[in-house]
């Protein structure tokens, strides 16, 4: 490992341990007192968070284990659960591609990619030199990662001594993270537009195509209409002659 790539790395790392890294681990609180409700063993617990890396997903496939569905069932189930994520990991991934990379180096970057990390490497990776891009990015993941499956751990470890209401509490962590690191992040009119036109129609979404598939309706939705609507303002500012003048 060369000092640039070092630098990087330890870098991703101090900035997952910030806060992000937390707020992600701490919702796995109560993936860890689920599966231990289940009745599976610690190791299955935190290789479910190690091999899933979703709270969502594995919450799906627990309860639907807990109550007697199949593996195969609740396996497609979480598959499924997982689509949100594609849009996030296609939009990440040019900025993690250099040269001579192999697949299975852009699968492994690509695994981790959810919510919170997603929105930290949006923000940080566009303006940092390719040759960080990488071991930043795997060093922020790798940290979240870790403390994560620690955190998945830590809760199976105190079931019983977290309240139920807590640890189902715990998983809107991200949720909450995630908008006010939006908004945060937002820059242009097209992103205010986006994050706003999403919230509003969720409500309409979720009416039309069921709380299955609304946030990703309403957000596609919401999406296109905010960037027509910034690309037409941009374009239309273009045309503009800047100091023109007939005199």
Same mark, same amino acid.
């Given at each position: 490992?060369?000092? /640039?790539?070092?630098?990087?790395?330890?870098?991703?790392?101090?900035?997952?341990?910030?806060? @992000?890294?937390?707020?992600?681990?701490?919702? %796995?609180?109560?993936?860890?007192?689920?599966?231990?409700? $289940?009745?599976?063993?610690?190791?299955?617990?935190?290789?479910?968070?190690?091999? /899933?890396?979703?709270?969502?997903?594995?919450?799906?496939?627990?309860?639907?284990?807990?109550?007697?569905? +199949?593996?195969?069932?609740?396996?497609?189930? =979480?598959?499924?659960?997982?689509?949100?994520?594609? @849009?996030?990991?296609?939009?990440?991934?040019? #900025?993690?591609?250099?040269?001579?990379?192999?697949?299975?180096?852009?699968?492994?970057?690509?695994? @981790?990619?959810?919510?919170?990390?997603?929105?930290?490497?949006?923000?940080?990776?566009?303006?940092?030199?390719?040759?960080?891009? =990488?071991?930043? #990015?795997?060093? %922020?993941?790798?940290?979240? !990662?870790?403390?994560? $499956?620690?955190?998945?751990?830590?809760?199976?470890?105190?079931?019983?001594?977290? @309240?139920?209401?807590?640890?189902?509490?715990? $998983? %809107?962590? /991200?949720?909450? #993270?995630? !908008?006010?690191?939006?908004? %945060?992040?937002?820059?242009?009119?097209?992103? &205010?537009?986006?994050?706003?036109?999403?919230?509003?129609?969720?409500?309409?979404?979720? &009416?039309? =195509?069921?709380?299955? #598939?609304?946030?990703?309706?309403?957000?596609?939705?919401?999406? !296109?209409?905010?960037?027509?609507?910034?690309?037409?303002?941009?374009?239309?500012?273009?045309? =503009?002659?800047?100091?023109? +003048?007939? $005199?």
């Amino acid at each position: 490992m060369n000092v /640039i790539t070092r630098r990087y790395a330890l870098a991703g790392a101090r900035s997952a341990l910030v806060l @992000p890294a937390w707020i992600i681990g701490f919702s %796995f609180l109560g993936v860890g007192s689920l599966v231990r409700d $289940v009745g599976h063993p610690i190791g299955a617990a935190m290789l479910s968070t190690l091999m /899933i890396y979703a709270a969502p997903a594995q919450l799906i496939l627990y309860t639907a284990l807990a109550n007697g569905g +199949s593996v195969v069932a609740a396996a497609i189930a =979480v598959a499924f659960s997982a689509i949100r994520l594609f @849009p996030m990991t296609l939009s990440l991934m040019p #900025y993690l591609r250099r040269p001579n990379q192999s697949t299975a180096e852009l699968v492994l970057l690509a695994h @981790p990619v959810a919510a919170t990390i997603w929105i930290e490497s949006m923000r940080r990776l566009p303006p940092m030199e390719q040759a960080g891009r =990488v071991p930043y #990015y795997a060093g %922020f993941a790798i940290t979240c !990662t870790t403390i994560c $499956v620690t955190m998945t751990g830590i809760g199976y470890a105190l079931v019983g001594a977290l @309240p139920v209401a807590l640890a189902a509490g715990l $998983v %809107f962590i /991200i949720p909450i #993270y995630f !908008t006010i690191a939006m908004a %945060f992040g937002a820059m242009r009119l097209g992103d &205010w537009l986006a994050i706003g036109l999403g919230m509003a129609l969720l409500p309409v979404a979720t &009416w039309a =195509v069921t709380s299955d #598939y609304d946030i990703l309706a309403g957000g596609l939705v919401a999406g !296109t209409i905010a960037y027509g609507i910034d690309r037409f303002r941009r374009r239309r500012t273009e045309r =503009v002659p800047s100091g023109s +003048s007939d $005199v």
